[in-house]
């Protein structure tokens, strides 16, 4: 949920960025108190609150905090920042599973460290974004995920039809702090907000082990790198270190010289050229051990359109056929990584054990899943990929109600589509394709 700052959090925000926007030289020495005004911290809080995050290595939740009272925690919180007696906790750890088998490391501060890292990100997140390059998609305002993929099949239409496929190890564990530092620093003098940053960056991990037993490590400070994912300030400070990356490539004349575009969304970029992809493989594998960071080589390739595909921000990039007329053209649809994911939940909500849940909710998360996919991937092509997701729910939906009812067989004359969609309510995804004049193509 994307929540509206009040109008004196705009006001701020808006009188920093124009600030940061016609000086691009100037350095803000006065930033920290701006963390505390009671209206930045309130809205941080409300931010917090409404992305339903779990508590941190104190298990104080949101309902803890607002049996205490609120205005108190937040008049607290606010006296210890003044004071700069302010300490960061250790951040607990969770792994998150990714559709390859592997898992994610996902960091969840204290909710008191979340809101302060919140109101830090309303103030230098203003100025940082006067500072990002066009080709920057991830974490800011009015540019998505969806603006990316635009782009990038803008350029392979423009002729840019040689692409590097790169992937880097580890971008966010790998950022080095005194670097990134650097970065914050260029903008910003204020020694307590870049105390703040660097106590964030250096705060003790906590996992809890197989049999429950809790470890602390210190690898961040002890190594000088990595900012945890999960944190509300990781995706502004993520987007300022690959921003060195970005200008380096303008500034060493390899967008110029190579016509070698790049489009960049939090650690997922691809570069987009007309006639020399490995120049620009070469290129970019020199860069960046100077940056400090580690391209995956494994992973990392140069793919040559329309004869080979990539997947770039859960679309497959490549040539499609126009069932109506047979024609091909470069375009996009979504790849069948992402389908096949979508399809996993879906069976994950109408799982035989959860039979004993109200069918009105199931068919509402149903919904709301298929909903949200839907809504991304609405590019290019979608009618295959949306018949399938809804092929798949209807007959898990069907397959549930059979085993709730303890009905034989599959069910489909007690339970035809027109009951799952009619009666039910299931989401007809085809339904939405009407209004995608590109669907059919």
């Not at 053209?329 to 069948?336: D, E, L, S, V």
Request: glycine share 8%; aromatic share 8%.
């Amino acid at each position: 949920m994307s929540l509206t700052p009040p109008p004196s959090v705009q006001k701020l925000q808006a009188a920093l960025h124009a600030k940061a926007k016609g000086s691009p030289d100037y350095r803000f020495y006065a930033l920290y108190d701006k963390v505390y005004r009671k209206d930045v911290l309130l809205f941080a809080y409300d931010c917090c609150k409404s992305n339903k995050g779990a508590a941190g290595v104190d298990e104080q939740g949101f309902e803890d905090i607002e049996t205490y009272g609120l205005e108190r925690w937040l008049g607290e919180l606010t006296q210890e920042l003044k004071d700069r007696t302010h300490q960061p906790a250790a951040v607990r750890r969770v792994h998150i599973p990714k559709p390859d088998g592997k898992t994610r490391p996902l960091g969840i501060p204290t909710v008191k460290d979340r809101v302060v890292q919140t109101a830090a990100g309303l103030v230098l997140g203003a100025i940082f974004e006067a500072d990002l390059q066009p080709e920057q998609y991830a974490y800011r305002p009015n540019r998505s995920a969806l603006d990316a993929v635009r782009h990038v099949h803008k350029l392979l239409c423009t002729g840019h039809g040689q692409v590097v496929d790169a992937d880097l190890s580890g971008y966010f564990d790998s950022i080095p702090h005194a670097e990134l530092m650097r970065c914050v620093a260029r903008r910003v003098s204020d020694g307590a907000m870049l105390h703040l940053i660097k106590m964030w960056l250096i705060a003790p991990v906590e996992e809890t082990d197989d049999r429950g037993g809790k470890q602390r490590t210190t690898a961040n400070k002890d190594q000088g790198k990595g900012t945890p994912q999960g944190a509300p300030i990781s995706p502004a400070l993520s987007n300022l270190y690959m921003r060195r990356f970005v200008l380096g490539w303008k500034a060493l004349g390899h967008e110029r010289r190579l016509d070698a575009h790049i489009v960049n969304y939090a650690d997922d970029f691809v570069i987009c050229c007309r006639n020399s992809a490995d120049k620009a493989l070469a290129a970019m594998t020199d860069m960046m051990p100077k940056l400090k960071l580690t391209v995956n080589a494994a992973k990392t390739h140069v793919c040559q359109l329309p004869q080979e595909t990539f997947d770039f921000l859960g679309y497959t990039f490549g040539r499609c056929h126009s069932p109506k007329t047979g024609r091909s053209y470069i375009g996009t649809k979504p790849a069948k990584k992402r389908v096949a994911r979508i399809c996993g939940a879906i069976s994950e909500i109408t799982d035989r054990r959860g039979t004993g849940k109200d069918t009105g909710e199931v068919v509402m998360q149903l919904n709301r899943m298929m909903t949200g996919w839907a809504n991304y991937f609405c590019l290019g092509p979608v009618s295959r990929a949306y018949h399938a997701v809804e092929q798949h729910a209807r007959n898990r939906l069907r397959q549930w109600l059979r085993k709730k009812h303890k009905m034989p067989g599959r069910a489909t004359t007690q339970f035809p589509d027109e009951y799952l969609h009619q009666r039910l309510g299931l989401n007809h995804l085809s339904l939405r394709t009407a209004r995608f004049p590109w669907a059919g193509t």
